[in-house]
Structure formats: C-alpha cells, structure tokens
C-alpha cells in the first residue's frame, strides 16, 4: 500500500497545479505508447481513442474558446485514457499565414525595414525566426490547462511532413481533375494584399448612402437616359452595363438600347436581368462584373466586358480618366459624386444602411476584385462528404446542424486556395514561357515542362501560396505520416471525434471531411462535436475592443485551472453558446475548496487501528455493513449517470452529477453519517475502520469519476490518499470507476431515512423555523427501518437539526405539529410556539404533497389497468408497479390524516 501523505490545511490551486504538473512532466503519460500506460490490462483489446487537436494560430495566446475545447478533449481523453484504451491526443499549431505575416510586418516596420526591402527569401528566413521564438508558447499555455496531449507527437503545419503532404494532396488532387487555375471574383483586402476567405471577414453595419445617377442614353442630353441607384459610386468608371428587372414595365421600352457611363464615354446596354430587385432604389442598376460578385454573373449571362478599375491598394488604376486615376477609392468616391453633381447627374443621395465586410486583421473593408487563381472543385468532394453524414458513418452533435451542413455542401461552390502572401506553403505549380503548367509532388520542383518538355531552370514556379485552410484541411492525417503509410496512421485514423467550435464547421471541417474521403478513401472522424461560444454577462460575444474578454491566464492565476475547466463545462451544451459569469466561476473555486477540506477530513479521521494492506473495495463495503452497501449503491449510480452522459457528450449533466455526488451525497450525508461511527471509542475497532476505509474508498472512486474534468486537484488529492500496491503511480493512469456488484436496485433503509432528513428541512423552511433551532421529532417507522434508524440517530439530529428524536412504532393521530411524510416513514415536527402562519404554511405544504402523490396515484393504477403493459411486462417489473401503488395509497391516508 502506497503511503499516504498530509494535505494542506488550506486549498492553494497554484501550489496544487504547479506539484502536480511537475509530476506530469516527468513522465510520458500522454503518450498511448508511454512507460505509464502501455502496461494497462486489456488495452490491446479495446479500440483506441483518437483526437487530433485543432492546431491554434502560431502566433496566438490563449483565448476563452482555447480553454473551453482544450478542457472538453482533455476530458474525453483522461476518461478514454483511464477506460483502458490506447488514448492519443495529437498536438499541433498552424501557421497561420495572414496573421502571422500581420504581425511580422509590424514587427519589421518597428525595426526600420519592410517586407519589401528584405525580399522574399530574407522575410521567410526572419519569419521562421519568429517562429521558433513562438510557436511553443500556446501549447504552453495549453499545459498550464492541464493538456494531457502527447506532447512528442507535437506537429507544424509548415514542418516537413506537413509540406510533403501539401504537395502530394494538391497533384493528387490535380491529376484528378479536381484542381484547376482560373479567373474569379475574390475577396481582396487592399491592406494585406492578399485574397482572403469568408472566415476572415467581418460584416459590419455602417452607416451609407444611396446614390441616383442619371446615365444618358446615346446620342441623347443630359436628361434622357435612366437613373440608376448605386451605393458605390466610385466604380462606374468600370461599368459595362445597366441592368433592370424584365418585368419592369418602366423601363421595357429601354432594354437594348445603350447608355452613357459619365467620364469614360463608354456606352454599354441595358440589359435584363432577374437578379434586379424592382423595390431597390430607381429599379436600374449599374454592372461592375470586375468589382461585384451579383454584376460579375450577370455580366458573364450577357457577355459584357470586366475591366479592371481598383488596384490592389484599392486605388483607381492608372489608366482611369483624370482626376480620378491613382486616387483611393473613398476619395475618389467624393471627387466622382462632386464632378456628377456639376454635370447635373446626380439625381439624388440618400441615407442607407450597408454592411461591408471588413478583414480581420487589417479592417480593411474587403474588394471584390477579379483575380486568376487556383482553386479545388468542391462539388464532387461535396457529395461524398454529405454521403458520409446521410449514412451515418459520420454523426454530427448536436444533430440540428446538419441542416446547415446540407445546405453549405448542396450549394457550395469552388474553393479559392491561392493566397498572395510569402509565409505559406507555395503553391506547387510551374509555368513555361508557353504558359503550360506543370504540377508536381516533388520537393525540388519538376524536371521540366510536362507539355513541351521546357528545361526546369526555364520554369516559374506560382507564387502564390496555400490558404492555410488547405493544409489543416489534411490535418487529421498529415499529422499521422501521410502520404506514407506508416503506423501511427493505420491505428490512428479515423479519429473517434472532431471537436471544435460551429462557426467553423465550413471553413475547416467540412474540409477535412472533403480531403479526407477523397484522400484516404474513408471520413476522418465518428463524430463531429461542436461547441458553442463563450460571451460574456449580456450574451455579447467578447473582444478586445469591446473590453468584455475574460483572460484565461489571469482567471488561472486567481482560481486555479480546474475551477475555470469546472465553470466551463458546467455550462456547456453541444452547440450552445455560454454566458461565463463571475458566480459561475466562484462557484466552482468553491467547490474545490469543498472537496480539499472533505479529503482533509477523511485523512485526518483515520483510526489508529487502520493499518495493514487497503482492502478491495468489495471488503470494505461488506465490513461496513449497511453504511458499506448504501455507499456502494450511490457510487454505482452516479457511475452510471456519469457514464450515460458522457457516452451522449452530456459534459455539463455529468458535470452537474459528479458535483452532487461529491457536495450532497459524500460530504453532507456520507461524512456526516460516518461521523458518528468514528467519534464513538465505543463502536468496535473493526466498524469504525471499516466504515473509515469506505470512505476513503468513496473518495478514490469520486476523484477518480472527476478526473477528467478537474485534472490537478484530483491527481493531487489522490497522491495523498492510502492506495492499493496494484495502482498506478498517477491518477490520469487509473482505472476509470466500475459499477460495484451485486447490489439491491433498491433504495436502502438509509436513503429513506436522508429523504426524511430533506423532507424535515423543507418542512422547517416552509414554516420559517429558525435555521439553527433544535426541535423536537417524532417519527413513526416500520421495524426494518427502526433499528437502522437507531444507528443512524445522532446524524439524522445534526442533519435535520432536530433533538430530541424520537424513533417508534405509530404517530397518534392527533397531535399538534408538522406532519411530515417520506416514503415509509411518517413524522411529526413540534415547533415550539407554532404560530397560526407556519401553521398554514405547513397545511399548504401538505396539501401540495397529497395531491402530487394523488397524481402519481392515478398514473400508477392506469399503468396496471393497461393490459399491454401487465401482459408484456416481466413478472417482476409488474409486482414492483403493483407495490409502487400500495405505497402510494399508504402515503396518501398518511397525508390524509394529518391533514
């Protein structure tokens, strides 16, 4: 038996995490291969359990969501871990291209230079630099969450194996027809330089105008022509048509005919389309196919031309007429309104509200602007992924957000994987002087043309780079070795579940399910479970810049990292988001501190005859008698609770449940009612050390059924409790807990008397009695109840607060007090002084608790009256409901009397 050491008089978190992450450290636990797992019994038997962590941003600290979906992997790992199974939570960062090459260019600019000045070569070689300066910094932060990933098996999305996989996905992907190069409108910021996907925008609601322009037709004045409305006046100089509703009779006779663009003097026709909706502004629109995602289709319906007019600074080109050519485009804006304004053709402006989508790092409002760029065809990829979830071979959590799903991967379109910046994984395409392209795996670039047979040296290679989408795309077996074969990914893959957030169950997950299928010919994972966002008190979701961000570090520093994993669990629903309050977080640091004191008392209660080898937990509960099997009966209840939730991702209801267990059930009933049996010098030696080591036993299955959600405090306290030489040295290694066997699925004579106990504390609260008043009782109990009853008396009196107690065979059916009623067990409470309001306070009560049991009365008998229940149900299941009802009707004359 393992000794046991003293714990402090006080409950210190940073103490506890730093001893007991230390302790971690020194070891290989998280490893499934590791010196502390590789021996458990029957794990070769069982499947093992895989996460693959959702790599952070490289440059990135820890965030609220951080904490929140490294405390639920962590979870699901600790219990898979202690279950038996090979557990591997696989560790990584992503390089984050855009924002990583953000922050270095602000870095540069600090220290005199610019991205430019260094060249591409020089800027990678400073930016693998600040890489290594970097990128161990989030997982450390993961760590001090307590981050049970296997550590050794840490990835880069721009190390080698990464890079190689790159590069054989995409010339996978390209001799398959399913990548091509092409020109389409993208997202352009003018800031970064760079095109950038929808996850890196945000909309925000603005304040703008509505501009009328009157648009002479051909050949005719200043006031012919049609009025179009437009909220971006800036880019008619790269208009190439008007375009109304066809069933808009105002403007029949116009269709066809040409109109004027003022400054360029270029007609161009009005056309109609359907995408013109009649109710906006004049019903006439200007079409910009270079500059606007809806003129861009129409102008491909009606072949008109796409001139480019914004640079990629977002200033008008060069080539524009003057004044307006290497303008911005917002000054340009006004000086084009004040030049329509003195040609008299600006017809009106007015207020309007509109909602640019700005970048995320720069603010940039975002640029439609026509790029050529590489881009995967997605619908067929699409269709297998939604064939993985339409069959089940992929579940998502919750299950309303596979309508969102369907919806995203029915209408998706081509996916733009071209980036315009350095840091990144360059996209490996090279190009003759021909133009033919030449795709290929290879890291030191093809051996020449594929079509005409050009010398390598005479070859470009793209510069442009990967979206960093793609490579995490492959991210649930890039970090297993892929494109190799090797062993980590034929055990490993699929993983058992994704967890992440649902706002980007498009941007990264239906990708990895699309790379996946095609490029390992099965879905990644089982189960995609997604989490929901953190917001603050008032539901708003957090930022910097509104200052409502809750710092996980510093709530760490104050609390402690298992009470911030404790409230965010405790909160947590698959899919729903979570307010993280103050109390809720109080709450859990109480709790804590709750289970400290409790193990502290259980240590310092320990009898002077308990020595010897710690007996099996079968041993203890049986030496302990009744006390042992109540024990054993609650342990293997909240078990199975905790079990069940777990299995459905119920996180907070086995949250909630592991809390009741250790707060109600061990340390307001199981340590008070061993109390008296260990105060007692004359209880036999071998009771009260019997009873002694239930508890301890109690206490190791709790800590054990907690582990997972409260990591360190439980290693901590478990360190400190007496345990078998057949245990691991660490907790995170144990046995995760059985349900004991043999046990009566009945409620045991001690459960009846702690429910009289709650029904005497809701009695007293009812009528308003002093909380600290000893008072009187009275109980009648059946004789198998009597003597337990007995045992159990100094406990029920400092639980129910109650003294004298007095224990016999039948209440008079007169008497003055407060009737109180518990299964089998009647009583009466005889408040001293009962005024007439407690009085009527209590036959309310009463009241309300015969016609509850009346209602279960009735549903009780009509269950009895159903023949298909009595003619198919199991003999015993039937004698139960047919004992359940003369209960009941016991219950009801007992309320009815005293009344």
Not at 282 to 309: F, Q, S, W, Y
Not at 829 to 857: F, G, I, N, T, V
Request: charged residues 25%; contains cysteine.
């Amino acid at each position: 038996m393992t000794a046991a050491r003293e714990l402090g008089p006080s409950y210190s978190a940073a103490e506890v995490e730093r001893s007991v992450a230390a302790r971690w450290a020194a070891t290989d636990y998280g490893s499934p291969d590791g010196r502390e797992t590789r021996d458990a019994e029957g794990r070769e038997s069982l499947p093992p359990f895989t996460i693959i962590m959702p790599p952070p941003n490289v440059t990135g600290g820890l965030h609220v969501g951080h904490a929140l979906f490294v405390t639920l992997e962590d979870l699901m790992v600790r219990r898979a871990r202690m279950q038996g199974r090979a557990a591997l939570w696989l560790p990584g960062v992503d390089h984050a291209s855009i924002a990583a090459q953000y922050v270095l260019d602000r870095i540069v600019e600090k220290e005199g230079s610019s991205r430019a000045d260094l060249g591409r070569e020089r800027y990678l070689e400073r930016m693998h630099r600040f890489m290594d300066e970097t990128r161990d910094t989030i997982l450390a932060q993961f760590q001090r969450l307590g981050a049970s990933a296997d550590w050794s098996r840490t990835r880069f999305t721009m190390d080698d194996v990464s890079s190689r996989a790159v590069r054989t996905a995409f010339a996978t992907l390209y001799e398959r027809g399913l990548a091509y190069r092409g020109e389409a409108l993208v997202n352009w910021c003018p800031g970064c330089k760079t095109s950038v996907s929808d996850l890196e925008s945000v909309a925000t609601e603005e304040q703008g105008s509505i501009w009328e322009i009157r648009y002479p037709l051909e050949g005719g004045d200043a006031t012919s022509g049609v009025v179009v409305a437009t909220t971006r006046p800036e880019t008619l100089l790269g208009d190439t048509g008007v375009a109304v509703h066809p069933d808009d009779p105002r403007y029949t006779a116009l269709v066809g005919k040409r109109v004027m663009v003022p400054f360029v003097n270029r007609a161009v026709p009005v056309v109609a389309d359907a995408f013109v909706e009649m109710s906006f502004g004049t019903g006439a629109v200007k079409v910009t196919p270079a500059h606007d995602p809806n003129d861009r289709e129409v102008g491909l319906r009606h072949n008109l031309p796409a001139p480019t007019i914004l640079d990629e600074s977002a200033r008008i080109v060069a080539d524009a007429p003057a004044p307006f050519a290497g303008m911005d485009r917002f000054k340009a804006r006004k000086a084009i309104v004040a030049a329509l304004e003195e040609l008299g053709l600006l017809v009106s402006v007015k207020p309007h509200t509109a909602n640019p989508a700005r970048c995320q790092r720069s603010n940039d409002i975002l640029e439609p602007r026509l790029r050529t760029q590489w881009f995967i065809r997605a619908k067929p990829l699409a269709e297998k992924a939604l064939a993985a979830t339409r069959s089940g071979a992929t579940q998502i959590v919750p299950a309303h957000f596979e309508k969102t799903w369907e919806h995203w991967l029915t209408e998706i379109r081509d996916w733009n994987v071209s980036r315009q910046l350095w840091w990144g994984h360059r996209i490996p395409a090279w190009y003759c002087a021909d133009g033919h392209i030449t795709v290929t795996d290879r890291e030191e670039g093809p051996v020449g043309c594929g079509t005409c047979g050009a010398e390598s040296n005479t070859l470009q290679q793209e510069s442009d780079i990967f979206d960093t989408w793609f490579s995490s795309g492959l991210w649930p077996f890039s970090t297993l070795g892929w494109p190799d074969k090797t062993p980590d990914l034929a055990r490993y893959y699929p993983s058992q579940v994704m967890e992440t957030g649902h706002d980007i169950l498009f941007f990264w997950v239906a990708r990895m399910m699309m790379l996946g299928i095609e490029l390992m010919g099965t879905p990644p994972f089982e189960t995609i479970y997604l989490h929901g966002m953190v917001r603050d008190l008032e539901g708003q979701k957090m930022s910097k810049t509104k200052g409502n961000v809750v710092d996980p570090l510093s709530v760490i520093d104050e609390i402690g990292a298992d009470a911030l994993r404790f409230a965010l669990v405790s909160g947590t629903a698959p899919g729903a988001d979570q307010r993280l309050s103050p109390e809720k977080l109080e709450n859990a640091r109480n709790f804590m501190n709750k289970l400290w004191n409790a193990a502290r008392y259980v240590l310092g209660a320990r009898p002077a005859e308990a020595t010897g080898e710690r007996p099996t937990a079968a041993e203890a509960h049986a030496a302990a008698g009744e006390f042992g099997t109540w024990m054993a009966t609650r342990l293997s209840a909240a078990t199975d609770d905790v079990d069940r939730a777990l299995g459905q991702y119920g996180f907070s209801e086995a949250a909630q449940r592991v809390y009741d267990a250790i707060w109600a059930e061990y340390c307001d009933q199981a340590i008070e009612i061993a109390k008296v049996t260990l105060a007692d010098e004359t209880q036999p030696a071998d009771v009260r050390v019997a009873v002694w080591w239930t508890l301890v036993d109690a206490l190791d299955d709790l800590l054990r059924l907690l582990h997972p959600i409260a990591p360190f405090i439980t290693e901590g306290i478990w360190e400190a409790l007496p345990r078998r030489a057949s245990d691991p040295g660490l907790l995170a290694t144990a046995a995760w807990p059985a349900r004991h066997a043999a046990l009566s699925s009945a409620a045991s004579s001690i459960d009846q008397w702690l429910d009289l106990v709650r029904e005497v504390r809701a009695a007293r609260t009812t009528a308003k009695l002093p909380a600290g008043a000893w008072i009187p009782l009275t109980v009648a109990a059946p004789s198998h109840l009597a003597a337990s009853g007995e045992g159990l008396r100094s406990a029920i009196e400092r639980l129910a607060r109650v003294r004298p107690l007095a224990i016999q065979a039948a209440l008079p059916i007169e008497g003055d007090g407060l009737l109180v009623v518990a299964g089998t067990l009647t009583a009466r409470l005889a408040p001293p002084q009962a005024d007439a309001a407690a009085l009527d306070a209590d036959r309310a009560r009463r009241e309300k608790d015969l016609a509850a049991a009346q209602a279960q009365l009735a549903a009780a008998e009509a269950r009895l009256a159903d023949p298909s229940f009595t003619g198919k149900a199991p003999a015993a299941v039937v004698a139960g409901a047919e004992r359940r009802v003369a209960e009941l009707r016991d219950e009801i004359a007992r309320l009815e009397r005293g009344s």
